[in-house]
T-cell receptor
Framework: DTAVSQTPKYLVTQMGNDKSIKCEQN?????MYWYKQDSKKFLKIMFS???????INETVPNRFSPKSPDKAHLNLHINSLELGDSAVYFC??????????????FGQGTRLTVV | AQSVTQPDIHITVSEGASLELRCNYS??????LFWYVQSPGQGLQLLLK??????LVQGIKGFEAEFKRSQSSFNLRKPSVHWSDAAEYFC????????????FGKGTKLTVNP
């Protein structure tokens, strides 16, 4: 059973298009994240949701809009795609709370290529 | 704000040799520290974590790491590297509570020569 799954795995699209990436976790976690990994492999947080509420929004252009319909799902919609949006986007989840040991579990990533 | 430095961008070792990957962190409170591995085209897999207790932690695939508060370090070690260990390794720091973001280092690429 896949713990954190993202779809699609690969996404090639033209500049100006709108696209979505979906993420689901079956770990029972209450916190989910989107991370971006650039061409130099640097990983940076974009958004974090806890129980469907946005708690971290790290200086991301407002063309990026996350949505969490329930605590097991976190989707990422990107409007008006630009060349610089090309990257690998990782979804992750973790358990929050005083007993948490803080580790995040990651999906396989979505490689977005904007042409 | 927390930060992580991995001084080595690329390390090459021979199969069977020992390995040490360096990680230094900056964090105002007691850190939660992690090492993740990313094989080509794959997601990130947790190798090990430190959040309290024994400063020498054991992980999967024969890896271990030692937390040294005085040096703000959390170096990853393996006594004998296998060809399948070739991958990108990321050190990360987080906070107690689990809903905080992880801050990652820039990664160390490990190449294993036969």
């Amino acid at each position: 059973d896949t713990a954190v799954s993202q779809t699609p795995k690969y996404l090639v699209t033209q500049m100006g298009n709108d696209k979505s990436i979906k993420c689901e976790q079956n770990l029972g976690h209450d916190t989910m994240y989107w991370y971006k990994q650039d061409s130099k492999k640097f990983l940076k947080i974009m958004f974090s949701y806890n129980n469907k509420e946005l708690i971290i929004n790290e200086t991301v252009p407002n063309r990026f809009s996350p949505k969490s319909p329930d605590k097991a799902h976190l989707n990422l919609h990107i409007n008006s795609l630009e060349l610089g949006d090309s990257a690998v986007y990782f979804c992750a989840s973790s358990h929050a709370g005083p007993s948490s040991t803080g580790e995040a579990f990651f999906g396989q990533g979505t490689r977005l290529t904007v042409v | 704000a927390q930060s992580v430095t991995q001084p080595d961008i690329h390390i090459t070792v021979s199969e069977g040799a020992s390995l040490e990957l360096r990680c230094n962190y900056s964090y105002g409170a007691t850190p939660y520290l992690f090492w993740y591995v990313q094989s080509p085209g794959q997601g990130l897999q947790l190798l090990l974590k430190y959040f309290s207790g024994d400063t020498l932690v054991q992980g999967i695939k024969g890896f271990e790491a030692e937390f040294k508060r005085s040096q703000s370090s959390f170096n990853l070690r393996k006594p004998s590297v296998h060809w399948s260990d070739a991958a990108e390794y990321f050190c990360a720091v987080g906070a107690k509570g689990g809903s905080e973001k992880l801050v990652f280092g820039k990664g160390t690429k490990l190449t294993v020569n036969p």
